[in-house]
């Protein structure tokens, strides 16, 4: 019995020593952390006793795209389309920013329409919250190169899927492969010249 009991708590450290050395390691945070996977691996109950340790905000449910595998590019009546707004963004992060170690500004839309999307990666960033954002780079240009590199963003997640016009346009309706690619260049080319490293 006193075996399972630590072979538990080792796995539980195990786990819980990627966030103590993490960028975004505070006493708070990883206080948090440690009552969730607690509950979860000891307790195993339903009561949540801690904050969110990551969490996906969706900042638009709006693409350009008319993917057929996304409710999105479906026209889906669902849920009604809209932005939200930086204000709204703000009161959630204030809520639970302390709380989190990571934050992801996508899912059913393309955050680039989103005109407040660099305000919210630099809100998430001030608060030293690792932040990841996925797109299709479509609603993209010149000028938001720089913008982009200039707010830390962490991880950009380049949603192409396939690897020439004539495959990708099977599941991604209304894409262009080459201005993508262009894209991608602009962005590498902008960290280059501004000596940034992000995002990855």
Do not use: H
Not at 45 to 60: T, W
Not at 84 to 110: A, H, P, Q, R, T
Not at 153 to 177: C, H, P, R, W
């Amino acid at each position: 019995m006193m075996f399972v009991f630590l072979n538990k708590m080792f796995n539980i450290f195990k786990r819980l020593k990627l966030y103590v050395f993490s960028k975004e390691f505070t006493f708070k945070r990883f206080f948090n952390l440690s009552l969730l996977v607690f509950q979860e691996r000891v307790l195993k109950n339903s009561r949540v006793v801690g904050y969110p340790y990551l969490v996906y905000i969706d900042p638009i449910n709006i693409c350009t795209l008319k993917c057929p595998l996304c409710p999105t590019g479906q026209n889906s009546k669902a849920r009604s389309r809209g932005k939200m707004s930086f204000d709204n963004f703000k009161k959630i992060i204030d809520e639970i920013g302390d709380y989190l170690y990571f934050v992801g500004l996508y899912n059913w839309g393309e955050p680039f329409l989103n005109k407040d999307i660099f305000k919210m990666i630099k809100y998430s960033k001030s608060k030293k919250i690792k932040t990841e954002i996925s797109t299709n780079l479509m609603s993209f240009n010149k000028d938001m190169a720089k913008e982009l590199v200039e707010s830390e963003l962490d991880n950009l997640i380049i949603s192409l899927d396939g690897a020439s016009q004539k495959t990708v346009e099977k599941y991604q309706v209304g894409i262009n492969f080459e201005k993508v690619f262009e894209n991608m260049e602009l962005i590498i080319k902008k960290k280059k010249e501004l000596g940034k490293t992000k995002p990855f």
